[in-house]
């Protein structure tokens, strides 16, 4: 679609013949050339009878001086956002009329629409270049202040309005709601975690009180019980001031317990007296001494004991001296033996108190494996940096919700950038683990972080030697988005750290800049445990990926730990492949 403002197809006519041109406005300009000088040009207030006449036979062009409105969109060839890859579509309404008609025809402008929408469309094109793909609206704003003012063109023609409508592209629209879900499942990944993380301190603290409340009974417990008489009657009594219905059945008791201790009595007695007689007849005893001997009698009946008698040592002798044996020489008797008493019984196991502590209920580790995962916080990382500390969340939920495994790991986070930090201390990972947020660096050296290991892992193992007796090899999970600034250091301290003793199973995964696998392949302490991004992904959806990766590959661990093996098996995750694949 085409607008010429020029009435006469740009070809001069006679003056006298203006007038009978088709669909001539109200408002119009009539330019004479004028060769060698300056153009001519009538308008409405020059235009007379006189004027007419004079001019009748000139050859002039007629220019169209009326406001003229249009509405355009840029759809075929849309609007680059700053990035390059994505665009918008911009929907204008524009408003011109022509200011200088010699300057016009002088031009010979066949189409006013191409003029406008040629000056709109660059000078839209260099606005929106300054605007992300998110920032339509901001961008929309900013052009449409830009064009709030009359825009005055070499041409001859006036733009006096303009005001712009932006849209997205479908492939915008798409990566835009790709990255608002991701930025929705991010969120909502951060709130479960820290839902599940409350849910379960709550229900150990509940279980502290819980406890507390149970040893404060019991203390109470024993107190109470410590003023009982604790003996078969006291007992007794106690049970039935806690269940009073039980009376007949404590009175039962109690009556047994009285029977039983009267038939004891009346034993004891009847072998008092045969004592009595067996020493009467065997000569120890005399007549003299039968009144002690029935006042020991009788006492035995009224106590319920026997009165305690003396030894034939202590009877009186002839002349009332202690002494020899009454009898003339039949024997001395002795005291009866004392019955041993049994010796007692251990229970529990043989140890040598009879008891032996237990360890809690589940399997337990029979070895350790120290883990440690080392993240890349260099500029490269601002992208994923909030995945990357969701990753370490989540492991804490995985570790947290197996405690099993957790108890066969040991785990310790490093990050690295222009200098290595220790993030967490090697530690068991449980619910109360503190997880720091990821704090970015100005750098990527990999010298550092491999010197920080050197120093961690020797001092470490050793230390966890001291504590159980089996130590697995450490494993290192090492993440790189980009190449190292230190290319010609850090491989001496790497090669240093693979000579070491208690060199680690370094796994490398290299995603961004970093997915190259001659870099990965040189990292890995086995060509097999590196694996690199697909080619085209983007930083946040490798390092979800990423996290999978090392989630199962720590459960993997902790578990072939519980089966008393080192297993190690990475199973890459989509999105992530070995790097050897590549190469």
């Not at 740009?10 to 153009?39: C, D, M, Q």
């Not at 047994?256 to 020493?279: F, N, P, Q, S, T």
């Not at 130590?471 to 001496?492: K, Q, S």
């Not at 445990?529 to 090392?550: E, M």
């Amino acid at each position: 679609m085409t607008l010429s403002l020029i009435l006469n197809d740009r070809k001069p006519t006679e003056r006298r013949r203006v007038g009978k041109l088709s669909g001539l406005p109200p408002s119009f300009a009539v330019v004479y050339p004028v060769e060698h000088g300056p153009w001519e040009m009538e308008t409405r207030r020059d235009r007379t009878a006189t004027q007419r006449i004079l001019h009748a036979n000139r050859m002039c062009y007629v220019v169209d001086l009326s406001d003229h409105r249009r509405t355009g969109r840029l759809s075929n060839t849309p609007l680059t956002c700053s990035d390059g890859g994505h665009r918008f579509e911009a929907t204008f309404d524009v408003g011109f009329r022509v200011h200088d008609p010699v300057r016009l025809v002088q031009g010979n402008v066949a189409d006013a629409l191409a003029v406008v929408y040629g000056y709109l469309t660059t000078r839209m094109r260099g606005y929106a270049a300054q605007f992300a793909i998110d920032r339509a609206v901001e961008a929309q704003d900013y052009m449409n202040r830009a064009f709030a003012a009359e825009m005055a063109l070499a041409e001859g023609i006036t733009i006096y309005h303009c005001t712009v409508l932006l849209e997205l592209d479908a492939a915008a629209r798409g990566f835009v709601q790709k990255v608002r879900e991701a930025q929705r499942d991010q969120l909502l990944g951060h709130e479960v975690h820290r839902s599940a993380e409350d849910r379960a301190l709550s229900e150990e603290r509940l279980t502290n009180i819980a406890e507390e409340a149970r040893r404060a009974r019991e203390q109470r417990e024993r107190a109470a019980l410590a003023e009982v008489r604790m003996d078969f009657r006291g007992l007794v009594l106690e049970h039935l001031a806690k269940h009073p219905a039980e009376t007949e059945q404590a009175m039962n008791l109690l009556l047994r317990m009285e029977e039983a201790k009267v038939a004891r009595g009346d034993i004891r007695e009847e072998r008092h007296v045969e004592l009595v007689k067996y020493l009467i007849e065997k000569g120890v005893v005399t007549e003299v001494d039968l009144p002690w001997l029935r006042h020991g009698a009788l006492e035995s009946g009224s106590s319920g004991g026997l009165v305690p008698m003396p030894t034939p040592r202590q009877l009186p002798g002839p002349g009332g001296a202690a002494g020899g044996d009454r009898s003339g020489g039949a024997g001395t008797v002795t005291d009866p033996p004392r019955p041993t008493a049994p010796a007692p019984t251990r229970w529990g196991g043989s140890g040598p108190a009879g008891s032996r502590a237990r360890g809690r209920g589940g399997p337990s580790a029979t070895g350790l494996v120290p883990v440690y995962v080392v993240l890349d916080v260099s500029p490269g990382t601002e992208a994923c940096r909030i995945d990357l500390g969701n990753a370490l969340r989540s492991l804490q939920t995985v570790l947290g919700n197996s405690p099993d495994v957790a108890s066969a790991i040991r785990l310790s986070v490093l990050t690295y950038a222009e200098r290595a930090e220790v993030l967490v201390p090697l530690v068991e990972m449980t619910w109360g683990t503190g997880v720091p947020d990821l704090r970015a660096g100005t750098e990527c050296r990999y010298r550092p972080v491999f010197q920080r290991l050197l120093e961690l892992l020797p001092m470490e193992t050793e230390r966890l030697k001291e504590q159980v007796e089996r130590v697995y090899r450490p494993v290192v999970f090492f993440l790189t988005t980009r190449p190292p600034e230190d290319g010609a250091e850090w491989p001496a301290v790497h090669a240093e750290l693979m000579r070491h003793h208690y060199h680690p199973h370094l796994i490398v995964c290299g995603i961004g800049a970093a997915a190259e696998p001659s870099l990965v392949g040189r990292l890995a302490s086995r060509p097999e445990l590196g694996v690199v991004a697909v080619p085209d992904s983007d930083l946040v959806r490798s390092s979800v990926q990423f996290s999978v990766l090392l989630q199962n590959t720590v459960l993997s661990i902790g578990r072939s730990a519980l089966a008393g093996a080192m297993e190690l098996q990475l199973s890459c995750p989509e999105g992530l492949t070995p790097g050897t694949a590549l190469s």
